[in-house]
Nanobody
């Protein structure tokens, strides 16, 4: 069935930047809310950011507000997460998700990617 694919993860020094991408070849994302979540071992998957269908409304977890920026290019069928001023506590596997309602709850999203590892060295 539908599958989202994340890319752009890697290892950076604290204070550095990374940009994650999420796309799929199986359906058009233009009618879907898109979100980013992250997860570390032993912890629940937590909300990072989401963006509405047009890209005009965005929301961020308090822990990343002011440092991360979510955007989308519907023509390219891609969603991005620009991560700046990275901290060691940002280290996690980052997941992209799609849904029909704007929500910070993981159960609101139907399709997920496989995740991409982000490691911030302190």
């Amino acid at each position: 069935q539908a599958q989202l694919v994340e890319s752009g993860g890697g290892t950076v020094q604290a204070g550095g930047s990374l940009r994650l991408s999420c796309t799929t070849s199986q359906f058009s994302i233009n009618g879907y809310v898109m979100a980013w979540f992250r997860q570390t071992p032993g912890n629940e998957r937590e909300f990072v950011a989401h963006i509405n269908t047009s890209g005009g409304a965005k929301y961020y977890a308090q822990s990343v507000k002011g440092r991360f920026a979510v955007s989308r290019d519907n023509a390219e069928n891609t969603v991005f997460l620009q991560m700046n001023s990275l901290k060691s506590e940002d280290t996690a596997v980052y997941y992209c998700a799609s849904g029909t309602l704007l929500s910070a709850r993981k159960n609101a999203y139907t399709y997920w990617g496989q995740g991409t590892q982000v490691t911030v060295a302190s």
